[in-house]
């Protein structure tokens, strides 16, 4: 098994930044390929970031790249997500996710484990 915990989330306004940060335990984080997701009231989950075990590869959602970074700290067994320039789309829950497989994917469906999520509001 594997947890994850989500914090950071918050309100901004349009064109500020927030940090997203997911600690995870319960399996050596190395073995570990970790996502973003977010989900908006009303809309299907959406893919954001993910990033394979030593951070050298990384894959981004067309809307977030350019403004949202994704990072990992295997010491510290936590993934985070800067996210810059925000806009009122970004307005979402978003959700650290795992998957054992080495290999990095942009589907939902390839992550076995989700932690709760953290909101994050951005106003007009």
């Known amino acids: 098994q594997v947890q994850l915990v989500e914090s950071g989330g918050g309100l901004v306004q349009a064109g500020g930044s927030l940090r997203l940060s997911c600690a995870a335990s319960?399996?050596?984080?190395?073995?570990?390929?970790m996502g973003w997701f977010r989900q908006a009231p009303g809309k299907e989950r959406e893919f954001v970031a993910s990033?394979?075990?030593?951070?050298?590869?990384?894959y981004y959602a067309d809307s977030v790249k350019g403004r949202f970074t994704i990072s990992r700290d295997n010491a510290k067994n936590t993934v985070d997500l800067q996210m810059n320039s925000l806009k009122p789309e970004d307005t979402a829950v978003y959700r650290c996710?795992?998957?054992?497989?080495?290999?990095?994917?942009?589907?939902?469906?390839?992550?076995?484990?989700w932690g709760q999520g953290t909101q994050v509001t951005v106003s007009s």
């Open positions: 996710a795992a998957r054992l497989v080495h290999i990095v994917t942009m589907d939902p469906g390839g992550y076995a484990y």
């Open positions: 319960g399996r050596t984080f190395t073995n570990l390929v």
């Open positions: 990033i394979n075990w030593s951070g050298a590869i990384t």
